[in-house]
């Protein structure tokens, strides 16, 4: 019997070794966009998107035109896609809002911020906006409360939609209610009736950057106000369903 239990024991297969550990993930570099085109990631966008602000600050000081990559709604947009859907990279939006609340605290002068007087304060209340930083946002408003309709590249659907892809409904009521409040000044004085297209607009643009960025809360709480969710359409007359479906929002 010893002898049988010894061959049978030598005759077993040897354990397998336990499997290798996963390997890191790291930001993906390029992505195939159309055909045989690249997209390629710049070094500023990586640093910018980990956050490593002095990384970004040596490299625009090299090349000045770095800014405008870094600031560039087209890319950021893309850099969206590829990174910030990912559950792996959630940091970048957050990374990204500490570089620019270091840039703009570099670029305080005398006569006020030279950043947002060069037109880069869309890009600033954009980036808040997506990392849902309250506190940021608050700053960049009290400093100049129409920043909340864009500038440049950026409107007020985009800071709506950023807003609304942070998940953070507390900061999608501060900019909706920021833009509700500019918007008698917006209309000069041209009477009630100007106003209250102007404030629909500005509901409908919340409605479908709401729906866009996957908020449901506040896109519950909007639509409580509007008896037909076919009522609110945008200047391509696309519905609410259209804005969901479109960035496969199924729920």
């Known amino acids: 019997m010893g002898i049988q239990a010894g061959a049978a024991a ?19 570099l390029r992505w195939e966009s159309t055909g045989d085109q690249w997209w390629y990631a710049t070094p500023v966008d990586l640093a910018a998107a980990n ?21 560039s709604l087209r890319r950021i947009r893309r850099l ?9 990279f959630l940091h970048a939006p957050r990374g990204r809002a500490a570089v620019a609340r270091g840039l703009l605290h570099d670029c305080e002068t005398r006569n006020g911020n030279s950043l947002i007087r060069a037109g880069y304060g869309g890009w600033l209340l954009y980036t808040a906006a997506a990392a849902g930083d309250g506190e940021f946002i608050q700053d960049l408003l009290r400093r100049e409360p129409f920043l909340v309709f864009g500038e440049g590249e ?26 509700l409040t500019v918007v008698p000044m917006r209309s000069h004085g041209r009477g009630a009736e100007v106003e209250e297209v102007f404030r629909m607009e500005v509901m409908s643009r919340a409605v479908h950057a709401a729906a866009r960025g996957g908020n449901w809360e506040v896109l519950r709480e909007l639509l409580l106000h509007c008896g037909d969710v076919l009522a609110w359409r945008d200047i391509q007359g696309s519905t609410v369903l259209h804005a969901a479906a479109g960035r ?3 729920e």
């Open 154 to 179: 950026y409107g007020v659907t985009d800071m709506l939609y950023a807003a609304a892809r942070s998940k953070n409904s507390e900061v999608f009521r501060l900019l909706l209610d920021a833009a």
């Open 80 to 88: 969206e896609t590829v990174w910030d859907d990912h559950p792996d």
């Open 51 to 71: 956050g490593h602000y002095e990384l970004v600050r040596a490299l625009l000081v090299a090349d000045s035109n770095l800014l405008i990559k870094l600031t």
């Open 10 to 28: 030598d005759s077993a297969a040897p354990p397998e070794p336990p499997p290798p550990p996963p390997a890191p993930l790291y930001f993906p």
């Open 248 to 250: 496969g929002r199924v």
